[in-house]
């Protein structure tokens, strides 16, 4: 049997490279060192592997191992999970009218509802726990996907917005498709995902992989996706690195720093949840505070101090990335 060449699930080019390969092992690993089993999903999967499309940029793996309703309840009892202050969330509302109305893709519990004062909000959410607690504070949100919402509601919206949702899923074009399909004419299209050419690079991120993140994005990325959907592209939004993700960014520079100096190994964590309190910037491998304090560690602790001191997180692109474009 011949095999089928491989595409990239974004812009369909044929150009795609090999980047690397994961063992499935490791991220079980992992994820069992947090207390949550993703054995399951990786019954059938030994080696992940990591591709990139030479012409979007876009990075995608395979084989497609995603997050099912059992894995994201185990990853929402962090309260880091659906945050309620997001910078994204506030770039996004100075392009909403009070007039307008706003389709919120992959919502959570709908917080972004209360950034806005739109005359109607809709959240579409596959979490039913997500969903029960929008309910419970008065926030329309139901158990649909975009897809099946754009045939019951073409054109119905102004703006659609998907926050954190894209780098999830294993069909984009058909996603944006839906998203597009619920847009008017001259419509808004809000994507925010992580911005795959920031500090989360650094270093092997176990949350920016499968069963987690299935798309790494970046601009180049984005702005292809203008082309291939036949969108404007208003504006492209590169957050610096935002308080919520400053920790994390610190502690990603001192370990990617540390793979190559004598404070490598004082610095990786023996013990304890690796699970960040800071949103998706989490899963790197961080500091244990109840180590004992070598000198290496006492020179890192240093170190951070004096980055902090300067506040070095001015000058980095932070975890986001957003694009706004408007239906033709």
């Given at each position: ?81 659906y945050l309620e202050e ?196 989490g899963g790197e491998t ?43």
């Amino acid at each position: 049997m011949v095999r089928p060449s491989l595409v990239c699930p974004s812009c369909s080019a044929e150009k795609v490279e090999r980047k690397e390969a994961i063992a499935s092992q490791l991220i079980e690993e992992y994820y069992a060192e947090n207390g949550v089993d993703v054995r399951y999903l990786f019954e059938d999967v030994s080696l992940l592997r990591r591709y990139g499309c030479e012409d979007c940029g876009l990075q995608f793996f395979q084989p497609v191992v995603l997050g099912d309703d059992r894995y994201y309840q185990a990853m929402q009892k962090g309260d880091w999970y659906y945050l309620e202050e997001k910078p994204e969330y506030d770039y996004v509302a100075k392009w909403i009218e009070a007039e307008e109305r706003v389709l919120d893709v992959g919502s959570g519990r709908g917080a972004f509802s209360r950034k806005i004062n739109s005359s109607f909000y809709q959240g579409l959410e596959f979490s039913q726990s997500a969903v029960e607690l929008a309910a419970r504070e008065g926030v329309n949100v139901i158990t649909e996907s975009v897809e099946e919402h754009a045939q019951k509601h073409q054109g119905a919206y102004d703006v659609v917005c998907a926050f954190q949702v894209l780098e999830h899923v294993a069909q984009p074009k058909t996603f944006l498709e839906g998203c597009i399909g619920c847009l008017k004419s001259g419509g808004k299209l809000a994507i925010a995902v992580p911005n795959s050419q920031s500090f989360l690079e650094w270093r092997r991120n176990y949350l920016n992989l499968p069963p987690h993140h299935q798309l790494l994005w970046s601009e180049k990325s984005l702005l292809k996706l203008a082309e291939v959907h036949n969108l404007e592209v208003v504006e492209i939004y590169k957050e610096k690195v935002s308080k919520i993700h400053r920790e994390s960014f610190y502690s990603t520079l001192l370990l990617s720093l540390g793979d190559k100096t004598f404070l490598r190994r004082s610095l990786k964590a023996k013990k304890g949840s690796r699970f960040s309190s800071e949103g998706n910037a989490g899963g790197e491998t961080t500091e244990n505070p109840a180590a004992p304090k070598g000198l290496a560690h006492r020179a890192a602790d240093l170190l951070k101090d004096c980055f902090r001191c300067i506040k070095l997180h001015r000058f980095f692109d932070g975890h986001t990335i957003t694009a706004i474009y408007r239906k033709k």
